[in-house]
């Protein structure tokens, strides 16, 4: 029922009293109910008005919820976490930098008397530790002339063989060593809680993977170096013995 009828109603119940009482009409019921009933809206506009203020509110409430998590969202997926510097500092870096950027360079370590630098040495160490299972120099195998081109050819080839041999070990002691790097890697998996954290560490055990196939291309590089300088000289020794028959009896060929 509509509280404008049910005030007019009371009011009219009352007139009745206030007309015994006086005699005389004194009460502007209209005034009244017009008054009233001006106030009784105005309740009703505050309550409304208290309603979508409430709402309101409660938007405004959603919205920074969804803010934050939005926030949340974006901080997961982006910023460092400096994953790239994980197990890959300076001395990491020079580690992987033992052998050195060509094939005529490393078979010069041999031939190096003085000590090389940081990782060089190692490399260095190793070839120098292999070259001792020579079992004839050059000077105990020839007993010629150093300038004798058989005798440089002898010392050339052994020089290769154990160069490779010794790159090989070195190459075998890294390789351990940047398994275990992996591995190390690995035990940061539980470590990255969020999107970007994940992201970056699969990035640097991406890359530590690759320096472990740039060293399987390397070791396969050197052997194949090898294997050629070995048919090459082949080759030629075969040429020079043909010579030397042709010159000397060429009925032989």
Known sequence: MDIKIIFLAIVLSFSPLLLKASGIPTVDVANILQTTTSA?????????????????????????QQITQLDRQFNSINGSYAMGNLLN???????????????????????????????????????NAVKLLEAFSKNAAYNTDNLDPTAIRYETEGNAAYTSLGMGRASMKQTSIRLARVESLMGQIDSATDLKAASDLNNRMLGQ??????????????????????????????????????????SLL
């Open 40 to 64: 009784l809206e105005n309740v009703q506009q505050t309550a409304h008005m208290s309603t979508q203020i409430s709402n309101q509110v409660q938007q405004i409430t959603q919205l920074a």
């Open 89 to 127: 500092g300076t001395a990491e870096q020079t580690a992987r930098r033992y052998a050195p950027d060509d094939w005529n360079n490393a078979l010069k370590v041999l031939k190096n008397g003085a000590s090389l630098a940081g990782s060089m040495s190692e490399l260095q160490n190793a070839i």
């Open 209 to 250: 993977l690759n320096i472990l196939l740039n060293e399987v291309i390397r070791l396969q590089s050197v052997q194949l170096i090898q294997n050629s300088e070995m048919r090459a000289r082949q080759h030629d020794l075969e040429g020079e013995n043909k010579s030397f028959i042709s010159d000397t009896n060429p």
